[in-house]
């Protein structure tokens, strides 16, 4: 089978080593569980994540969270106190599960029925799968 790679987007700010491995990202996910409820999630992750490596804020530190939080419009304090809530602390638990019961074991992850597919360079597989299964 041919495989074929999506175009990847320049980056604004050039790659770097983050300074600090590994970090501590619970604070982060928290969050993600909110904007995944509420329809933001791929805009928090894009913006952790761009921080990480392209500027060397630390995912999960307070400043990187806080920084995406605003350029996105949204009340940092109030969504910082709310991810530290046991009804979100909760979710994230019943998210990890299910991913574990899914194989899940690292990111990105992705899953076509019962299918696993691990890993950005397998993206286009798991499309593929999904089309032709």
Same mark, same amino acid.
């Given at each position: 089978?041919?495989?074929?790679?999506?175009?990847?987007?320049?980056?604004?700010?050039?790659?770097?080593?983050?300074?600090?491995?590994?970090?501590?990202?619970?604070?982060?996910?928290?969050?993600?569980?909110?904007?995944?409820?509420?329809?933001?999630?791929?805009?928090?992750?894009?913006?952790?994540?761009?921080?990480?490596?392209?500027?060397?804020? #630390?995912?999960?530190?307070? @400043?990187?969270?806080? $920084? !995406?939080?605003? =350029? +996105?419009?949204?009340?940092? /304090?109030? %969504?910082? *106190?709310?991810?530290?809530?046991?009804?979100?602390?909760?979710?994230?638990?019943?998210?990890?599960?299910?991913?574990?019961? #899914?194989?899940?074991?690292? @990111?990105?992850?992705? $899953? !076509?029925?019962? =299918? +696993?597919?691990?890993?950005? /360079?397998? %993206?286009? *597989?798991?499309?593929?799968?999904?089309?032709?299964?």
């Amino acid at each position: 089978m041919a495989r074929h790679r999506a175009p990847r987007r320049k980056a604004q700010h050039p790659l770097r080593q983050a300074s600090t491995y590994p970090i501590n990202s619970l604070l982060t996910a928290r969050v993600a569980c909110i904007a995944a409820e509420e329809g933001w999630c791929q805009a928090f992750t894009e913006g952790v994540y761009s921080l990480h490596w392209t500027r060397n804020v #630390l995912i999960g530190s307070i @400043a990187n969270i806080r $920084t !995406v939080l605003a =350029e +996105l419009g949204k009340e940092p /304090d109030a %969504l910082v *106190e709310q991810a530290q809530s046991s009804a979100t602390k909760e979710a994230l638990k019943q998210h990890t599960e299910r991913a574990r019961s #899914l194989g899940i074991f690292g @990111a990105p992850s992705f $899953t !076509v029925g019962v =299918e +696993l597919f691990w890993g950005d /360079d397998r %993206l286009e *597989e798991a499309i593929e799968w999904a089309r032709t299964h």
